[in-house]
């Protein structure tokens, strides 16, 4: 069945989820959907897909990188309307961890996996999709605007599809040593500086970067950001070649999920004009975590967060002291590195009546947190968008962010509190800001109003992705 476009990606909710990318997967086909908009998604079958995964469509297709031949299932499940594809291969998608194993360490044939996953999907597209666009997303699915361009370029059913390219964070790259392109099938030609070469390495990313007819980012800020070389991480010059087809397309949150006046996983319901039920849910949130009763007189602060470099944990660390001294609690959701994880359980440790923190996973907690808390801190260091502040917002609990990426272009004085500088001081001054107006009645009713009546729903972003795949085909 033809649709048209069809969207490629290493995670989507409620399939299976590490971060936002899973959130944008799961909600901006849906909105295009809803805008008239033909659309398909291929993702990886893994071990966790906890969602129903539909029915078995192919059977052993084969698909062959370097030699060797990886025979693929493919079902499809449908939601409100959308194909979702996943590819189904055993040997490489079933374990624990999505991109690493137990101990954190990168999968040594994640270009094997991925490449698979392109592949497959451009087999999907020959023999059944026909995409005018393929819609990639990230460094796992920036090979197939490589194959489409290099090996298969004269394939007569696709040479003429278009090719869009979203970076959701150009910190992870997919960068692997140079003996790896046999085994994805590429010919050593392709390790050259104008296509995969980054370093005396492959850079996956760079690759879709170079082949793709256009590429986004998820917010403006972060857009023009990634240009410089202090955001880039090595690849600001490739972009800057690319500048005239590089876009910013903000992400949206999916109000179905996040919502305070239907969230069935938080204590009470509550809306703009009636916010009894959030004091239900931060007491709720107090005794759940174990913080004392009377920490309800005290502002809270919320963290729901990947646990590693980007998020800006470092600057708490710098001012652990002062932050323990302050008259508030804090309550921490997340996993990741565990120089972090260490960081808050010290905390926690240091001040059992001020600070909880969960080291997990834990959607129904991450609904709880946004509910219950006063304030939500994410000083990130960069953030390509951000999509817990935005649900902040709609559950009336004042966003503290450093003013980066996507965090810069959802929060205003209105409705939160920024800071600029990547310092501990800096942070801490924000935050006390914040503390202070949460004493001041008045003037915290008008931020929370601010912030609920924000709109930043999925239809305004999709109607800029149609338009840009409108640009595509010219
Ligand atoms: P990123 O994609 O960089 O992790 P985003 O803010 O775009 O950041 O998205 C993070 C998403 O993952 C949010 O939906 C957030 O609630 C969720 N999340 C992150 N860590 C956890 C956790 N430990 N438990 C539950 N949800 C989490
Ligand atoms: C990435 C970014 C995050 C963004 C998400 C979805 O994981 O870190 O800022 O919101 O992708 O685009």
Same mark, same amino acid.
């Given at each position: 069945m033809p649709h048209h476009v069809l969207m490629v990606a290493s995670e989507a909710a409620p399939f299976v989820k590490t971060g936002g990318l899973a959130d944008v997967l799961g909600a901006l086909p849906l909105a295009l959907h809803s805008l008239g908009e033909d659309v398909a998604v291929v993702l990886p079958r893994y071990r966790n897909a906890d969602a129903a995964t539909g029915e078995r469509l192919w059977t052993g297709h084969p698909v062959w990188l370097g030699g060797v031949c990886y025979p693929v299932d493919i079902?499809?499940?449908s939601r409100s309307g959308v194909p979702y594809y996943l590819v189904d291969c055993p040997p490489l998608y079933a374990r624990e961890g999505l991109y690493t194993d137990a101990a954190g360490r990168d999968f040594p044939d994640n270009h094997i996996r991925f490449a698979v996953l392109c592949r497959a999907a451009i087999a999907l597209a020959r023999h059944l999709v026909r995409p005018r666009i393929f819609h990639c997303h990230d460094w796992q699915a920036s090979l197939v605007a490589v194959y489409l361009r290099t090996l298969l370029a004269g394939d007569p059913t696709l040479m003429t599809s278009k090719?869009?390219?979203?970076?959701h964070n150009i910190g992870y790259q997919g960068l692997f040593e140079p003996a790896i392109l046999p085994e994805i099938g590429l010919d050593a030609t392709l390790f050259h500086i104008n296509a995969l070469e980054f370093y005396g390495r492959v850079n996956l990313l760079k690759?879709?970067? /170079?082949?793709s007819d256009a590429i986004n980012t998820v917010s403006k800020t972060y857009a023009a950001e990634i240009q410089t070389p202090e955001y880039g991480c090595g690849l600001d010059g490739v972009l800057r070649a690319r500048a005239g087809r590089l876009y910013g397309i903000l992400n949206g949150a999916d109000y179905t999920e996040w919502n305070p006046e239907t969230d069935p996983f938080i204590a009470a319901r509550y809306s703009a004009s009636d916010l009894s039920g959030k004091r239900l849910c931060k007491r709720d949130l107090i005794a759940l975590v174990g913080l004392p009763d009377d920490a309800i007189e005290r502002p809270l602060v919320g963290i729901v967060s990947r646990f590693v470099g980007q998020k800006g944990f470092d600057l708490l660390e710098e001012v652990a002291a002062?932050?323990?001294? +302050?008259?508030? &609690?804090?309550v921490a959701l997340g996993t990741g590195e565990p120089r972090y994880e260490q960081?808050?359980?010290?905390?926690?440790?240091?001040?059992?009546?001020? /600070?909880?923190?969960?080291?997990?996973?834990?959607?129904?907690?991450a609904h709880k947190i946004e509910a219950g808390?006063?304030?939500?801190? +994410?000083?990130?260091?960069?953030?390509?968008?951000?999509?817990?502040? +935005?649900? &902040?917002?709609?559950?009336?609990?004042v966003p503290v962010v450093r003013a980066t990426g996507g965090l810069d272009d959802t929060i205003d004085e209105s409705t939160g509190f920024k800071f600029k500088e990547y310092t501990g001081p800096a942070l801490l001054r924000a935050l006390r800001e914040a503390v202070a107006a949460w004493h001041d009645p008045g003037r915290w009713h008008s931020l929370i109003q601010n912030g609920m009546r924000r709109d930043f729903s999925w239809l305004a972003s999709a109607a800029e992705y149609q338009a840009l795949y409108r640009t595509l085909e010219g």
């Amino acid at each position: 069945m033809p649709h048209h476009v069809l969207m490629v990606a290493s995670e989507a909710a409620p399939f299976v989820k590490t971060g936002g990318l899973a959130d944008v997967l799961g909600a901006l086909p849906l909105a295009l959907h809803s805008l008239g908009e033909d659309v398909a998604v291929v993702l990886p079958r893994y071990r966790n897909a906890d969602a129903a995964t539909g029915e078995r469509l192919w059977t052993g297709h084969p698909v062959w990188l370097g030699g060797v031949c990886y025979p693929v299932d493919i079902w499809r499940a449908s939601r409100s309307g959308v194909p979702y594809y996943l590819v189904d291969c055993p040997p490489l998608y079933a374990r624990e961890g999505l991109y690493t194993d137990a101990a954190g360490r990168d999968f040594p044939d994640n270009h094997i996996r991925f490449a698979v996953l392109c592949r497959a999907a451009i087999a999907l597209a020959r023999h059944l999709v026909r995409p005018r666009i393929f819609h990639c997303h990230d460094w796992q699915a920036s090979l197939v605007a490589v194959y489409l361009r290099t090996l298969l370029a004269g394939d007569p059913t696709l040479m003429t599809s278009k090719i869009l390219l979203t970076i959701h964070n150009i910190g992870y790259q997919g960068l692997f040593e140079p003996a790896i392109l046999p085994e994805i099938g590429l010919d050593a030609t392709l390790f050259h500086i104008n296509a995969l070469e980054f370093y005396g390495r492959v850079n996956l990313l760079k690759g879709g970067i /170079v082949f793709s007819d256009a590429i986004n980012t998820v917010s403006k800020t972060y857009a023009a950001e990634i240009q410089t070389p202090e955001y880039g991480c090595g690849l600001d010059g490739v972009l800057r070649a690319r500048a005239g087809r590089l876009y910013g397309i903000l992400n949206g949150a999916d109000y179905t999920e996040w919502n305070p006046e239907t969230d069935p996983f938080i204590a009470a319901r509550y809306s703009a004009s009636d916010l009894s039920g959030k004091r239900l849910c931060k007491r709720d949130l107090i005794a759940l975590v174990g913080l004392p009763d009377d920490a309800i007189e005290r502002p809270l602060v919320g963290i729901v967060s990947r646990f590693v470099g980007q998020k800006g944990f470092d600057l708490l660390e710098e001012v652990a002291a002062e932050l323990l001294q +302050m008259d508030l &609690s804090l309550v921490a959701l997340g996993t990741g590195e565990p120089r972090y994880e260490q960081l808050f359980r010290d905390l926690a440790a240091a001040c059992p009546s001020k /600070v909880a923190v969960r080291i997990a996973y834990d959607n129904v907690l991450a609904h709880k947190i946004e509910a219950g808390a006063d304030i939500f801190l +994410m000083p990130s260091r960069y953030e390509p968008c951000g999509l817990n502040q +935005m649900y &902040s917002l709609r559950y009336g609990t004042v966003p503290v962010v450093r003013a980066t990426g996507g965090l810069d272009d959802t929060i205003d004085e209105s409705t939160g509190f920024k800071f600029k500088e990547y310092t501990g001081p800096a942070l801490l001054r924000a935050l006390r800001e914040a503390v202070a107006a949460w004493h001041d009645p008045g003037r915290w009713h008008s931020l929370i109003q601010n912030g609920m009546r924000r709109d930043f729903s999925w239809l305004a972003s999709a109607a800029e992705y149609q338009a840009l795949y409108r640009t595509l085909e010219g």
